[in-house]
């Protein structure tokens, strides 16, 4: 079975309703508006009956859906006055990592994201989310210029991984992100880190070292793609659903085993079917973990990172 294929014709009654949701939204009358909750019953009543039925696979898609929010929405939404930072005073900028400050819920925040692109020009552009080491360079700057001043950090992850091209590899991305876990693992500001999309291997880990990982109920964090596990490991692009659910990449499974702290839920359909809940679902439970960790001193922080990581990947049989 096509699974990709699938997905879509899944979630084709609940985008029509959505279409239909969009154009309500445009009338001017209030009587045209009133037609809006009743429609949305809808869409939670067909989600009702597709969400048992979604396998891995099916999560990773909607995880790459073309339509869902990237970060740029997300800042939009939850700053006020964000200043976007350039360059990484060594090589150049990348615009695969968005980086700046802005204002969150009364605070100065350094946010960190991937950001993919809409359009083709803008996916080329933007390098379809996958950073050079420049980028890695680049968030590191502004990680630390958050710490000099004592601004938070939050990274929203979004990337397939970091770029794999020969030009990467010359300039040093390896290192660049060995680097960045280096480095980020000691900063002594609060740093939450929120799944929003793709969380691919160490393109998403090079700015995922932070005191809480959050992810969004339909997203996906993992050491690997579940096409590239299977071209490796079964040799065949056909066992890509069985390396998805072996890879255990889904937030319930990764909260099970201790390496999130808390999951965003999404919308009936997903982030892509509902932004607006959606960046209400991110806003409230990002506060609630900043508010924590500001409570904590700089060096209680550092210890529990230390202890966080230290434990991942470690499992004794019962």
């Not at 990467?168 to 660049?176: C, L, W, Y």
């Not at 793709?198 to 998403?204: H, K, P």
Request: include cysteine.
């Amino acid at each position: 079975m096509n699974e990709e294929k699938d997905f879509y014709k899944l979630e084709k009654g609940i985008v029509l309703l959505k279409e239909k949701i969009d154009g309500l939204l445009l009338s001017e009358d209030p009587r045209e508006r009133e037609k809006i909750p009743p429609i949305k019953q809808k869409i939670e009543k067909k989600w009702e009956k597709i969400r048992p039925n979604l396998t891995p696979l099916h999560i990773v898609q909607i995880a790459r859906h073309p339509k869902r929010p990237y970060t740029m929405d997300y800042l939009d939404y939850l700053t006020d006055d964000f200043m976007e930072m350039h360059g990484d005073r060594h090589a150049g900028d990348d615009p695969a990592l968005v980086t700046g400050f802005g204002f969150y819920r009364g605070r100065t925040v350094a946010f960190i994201g991937h950001q993919k692109g809409r359009t083709t020009r803008q996916r080329i552009e933007r390098n379809f989310g996958q950073p050079n080491p420049e980028g890695y360079r680049k968030a590191l700057r502004v990680m630390k210029l958050a710490e000099k001043f004592g601004h938070p950090v939050v990274t929203l992850i979004d990337t397939p991984g970091a770029y794999p091209g020969i030009k990467a590899e010359e300039q040093g991305q390896a290192g660049a992100i060995a680097y960045n876990l280096k480095e980020i693992s000691r900063l002594k500001i609060p740093m939450v880190n929120v799944v929003i999309g793709e969380g691919g291997s160490g393109g998403a880990l090079a700015v995922g070292v932070g005191d809480a990982i959050l992810m969004l109920e339909y997203s996906f964090y993992s050491v690997i793609s579940p096409e590239g596990c299977a071209a490796i490991l079964w040799k065949d692009q056909k066992a890509t659903s069985q390396a998805a659910l072996s890879l255990k990449m889904e937030a319930k499974d990764l909260m099970e085993m201790g390496i999130i702290e808390k999951i965003i839920p999404e919308p009936p359909g997903g982030a892509h079917i509902d932004f607006e809940q959606t960046f209400k679902n991110v806003d409230k439970t990002l506060n609630q973990v900043l508010k924590k960790l500001e409570s904590k001193s700089p060096e209680k922080r550092l210890e529990e990172r230390y202890k966080k990581f230290r434990k991942i990947g470690v499992f004794s049989e019962k």
